[in-house]
């Protein structure tokens, strides 16, 4: 079983920054997994926000250049360092895992990921 911990949300003025971690405890570490991180507002499904899948990082365009993936295998955890906020980065942030090289993995699907956070709340204000 693979559990999920996220935190590091908090409510911030526009510009400011924010990093989220997540923590990927089971039989395996995160460097075993493709961890990606998810948003959700009120109404919407979640969206892709990036993702660390081996060497590779992706990204939102929406995000490209203000957010970075990074992990750290020794204390299983990716995080998600968030710069230059603003209104519309807000949401709910959800970190996702699935094995990596699994059939059919698409990055940019929710149903990709086998393994979900609780997530933590980011509120970005003017």
């Known amino acids: 079983q693979v559990q999920l911990v996220e935190s590091g949300g908090a409510s911030v003025q526009v510009g400011g920054s924010l990093r989220l971690s997540c923590v990927v405890s089971?039989?395996?570490?995160?460097?075993?997994?493709?961890v990606g991180w998810f948003r959700q507002t009120p109404g919407k499904e979640r969206e892709f926000v990036a993702v660390?899948?081996?060497?590779?990082?992706y990204y939102v365009d929406s995000v490209k250049g203000r957010f970075t993936i990074s992990g750290d295998n020794g204390k299983n955890t990716v995080y998600l360092q968030m710069n230059s906020l603003k209104p519309e980065d807000t949401a709910v942030y959800f970190c996702a895992a699935t094995p990596l090289f699994s059939a059919g993995y698409d990055y940019l699907r929710a149903s990709s990921y086998g393994y979900w956070g609780q997530g933590t709340q980011v509120t970005v204000s003017s």
């Open positions: 660390q899948n081996w060497n590779d990082r």
């Open positions: 089971g039989r395996t570490g995160a460097y075993y997994y493709a």
